[in-house]
């Protein structure tokens, strides 16, 4: 067993504290690797806070991992010792469903085995996270890394990147499609950047004015107020896709007027209320209402390698170990720009 | 101008009553049509009362009309007098936006002009649907009907026939796909009938055991009983495409749990009331909840033409006009196989 340091918290109500624990030796598909940057995601919150129920304990989050190889199994091929490597949403899946046959292993029929809060597949344990100094996982679920990419700036692609690159790439948002990102945080500032990249026309919806400068260098060629009801009304019926990355519960409907016909509206943040909607917002102009997770290893695999040649990370605020219960308050203030990341030498 | 007989609803709370009325004199791109038959749709219902919200009285419900052409406008082309012909649920549109030239005039941008409880296109006067004996309808919103169909059975085509046939259209509805069919009323029961038609492998949910071998006849391979929570659960994950055809208020969740990834779900029938939508139905399996409005004009000419190839046409109750009170509280009960058609000679 292999010795390892994080932090992890202990239920639902205590704030986020050192924690002693052992990974399993890496077998001979292992990759086991010594973190050097984890990413600091919304989810982490909902998830160590139960907001979404059936949170397991004691949990080390962090989802969004960077790191170095130290040693690899026998039978491993794809790394050797000293590659920069990521680790993302998930660490394991059932392998033989059609899902993860055709490499939409975050779609798994028999459902993917989380990071963190998860049981190990074999129920025998439970898996940690990135917010610790080291992590076991089969090469299968392990992505290449390029060093043109900052390691810090790199860490928020693994789920805030992949999260926003797949559904753009679903729903072909590129030249001649004009395009809505709700929402400028982790996941918002990464789709405003992906979207721009692709050729789209980019529209930033945000409710701070503030955030109006910053939403058009990060790629939005426009940016509407969602508290103003005369910029709203004059939007309708214009979006072939919005993105919507809020987690906190917001008012679908008033999007869902914003696209064209045929359009579509997809989810990428999951707030813990149910959204109320009105079947009329759908019927009427034969929208749609979608939902996207993540994006399987292939998809992931493209989208690093997509980044590392256009130019594309996240920007983050990386901070020491220490200060993860003060970057969580902070978050969920909005009062960051836009990921933090963890320094895992500060651990 | 036209002097016409018809039925009326003078307020959200007065049953329907016999009213006189006038049509315009047809102009020279109209057609003026004796109404031979006229389906009881439960929107009719929804808007006498003024569920919706907005409704304009009087109002003469009635947007499933069959007529004969009694005289045509000088330069009308398509038809001559004696035609048999069919008026659906909008009888104007802008006719100038991409959607009108793409023949969608269903999603016109400026708004299509109801059979009924809408202003006239200059805002002069109401426009009055097919409760009565006659209408004037510009020729390009007026349909032809095959002699080959059972005009009572033909009624409910302008309807609940294209409002099912178009999202089965959309979605590809074919050989190789499991179709789930959600609710057996009109329009329930046409869309057991396109789906089996159009090849594919043919599910209805209905909460009344007394409905099963009746969805057999219709078309459906499989009823599952919605209320029975293992049938559900042992579907879950298995459709490609749902059709909800349900007015009233009921879980959405629990048949987006049957889709399968990538599966939509299209709402075709709209309670008053809006749902509620847990983000993670949709994220989980990147599902989409979508919705569709009747069908534009070249699509019901179309499917028009489909049924009376292949014998198709509704299960119709045949009504005298003066028990059409009685028939609205069967509706509601759902106690009709499965549309109530007012026969107008009767009026």
Known sequence: MIPTKGYAAQSA??????????????????????????GVCHSDIHQTRDEWGGSLYPMVPGH????VVKQVGA??????????????????????????????????????????????????GLNFGGYSNQIVVDERFVLKVSDKIDPAAAAPLLCAG??????????????????????????????????????????????????????????????ILSSSEEEMAKAAGSFDFILDTVSAPHDLGAYINLLKRDGTMCLVGVPPETAAIHAFALVMGRKRLAGSLVGGLPETQEMLDYCAEHGISSDVEVIPMAKINEAY???LKSDVKYRFVIDMATL
Chains 1, 2 share one sequence.
């Open 75 to 124: 039978s491993v091929t794809k790394f050797s010792p000293g590659d920069r490597v990521g680790v993302g949403c998930f660490v394991d899946s059932c392998r033989t469903c059609s899902n993860c046959n055709e490499g939409l292993e975050n779609y798994c029929e028999n459902q993917f085995t989380g990071t963190y809060n998860s049981k190990t597949r074999d129920g025998s």
């Open 329 to 331: 308050d902070r978050v």
């Open 64 to 67: 969004e991992i960077i790191g």
């Open 13 to 38: 109500t205590t704030p986020l504290a050192p924690f002693s624990f052992e990974h399993r030796e890496p077998g001979s598909h292992d990759v086991h690797l010594e973190i050097t940057h984890c």
């Open 162 to 223: 992949i999260t926003t690159y797949s559904p753009l790439r679903h729903w072909k948002v590129g030249p001649g499609k004009k395009v809505g990102v709700i929402g400028l945080g982790g996941l918002g500032h990464m789709a405003l950047k992906f979207a721009h990249s692709f050729g789209a026309h980019v529209v930033c919806f945000t409710t701070s004015p503030e955030k109006v400068a910053d939403a058009k260098r990060l790629g939005a060629h426009e940016v």
